[in-house]
């Protein structure tokens, strides 16, 4: 008798264990906040030193592929240590619904009083990423031109 409550002691503590220290669920790791790459977000800077992200996006619909940019937060944080609200109406971004290694997929809000508010109906835009290879292609071009404008200035 004692022997079968001893396993059945170190049983319940086995499974209870199990349980506590199990991986993170599917759905908690869908319910967890998505980030945008650094690489891939702007800096603002307005007249009076405030700072906040953006990412720039294009429009699928209609010629000439009109876009602009979107805040990702609704507020900016300033020289001073305080906090200032992104200007109201800005457009942001309310939620990323996915993300994937070149673009993500957002719905887009409005600024309203310092938090983005999502649109009704809700509006949904494809922005690009900056993979590591484009940036490796951005720095090697750069050097290029920094290269051919040394030669020019030496042939004059």
Request: charge should be negative; aromatic fraction near 4%.
């Amino acid at each position: 008798m004692m022997l079968l409550k001893l396993t059945l002691v170190i049983i319940i503590s086995e499974i209870g264990e199990r349980t506590m220290c199990s991986a993170p669920s599917t759905k908690e790791n869908e319910s967890a906040p998505v980030t945008f790459p650094p690489k891939s977000l702007l800096n603002a800077t307005t007249s009076n030193g405030c700072k906040h992200s953006e990412v720039p996006y294009f429009e699928d619909e209609g010629p000439g592929f009109p876009g602009g940019f979107l805040a990702v937060s609704c507020t900016k944080d300033c020289p001073s240590g305080k906090e200032e609200n992104v200007a109201e109406g800005y457009r942001c971004v309310a939620t990323v619904n996915s993300l994937h290694e070149e673009e993500a997929d957002v719905t887009v809000g409005t600024c309203v009083k310092g938090t983005c508010q999502p649109d009704k109906p809700p509006r949904h835009r494809t922005v690009q990423l900056i993979t590591e290879e484009e940036e490796e292609e951005v720095e090697e071009e750069d050097e290029e031109e920094g290269e051919d404008d040394e030669e020019e200035v030496e042939e004059e």
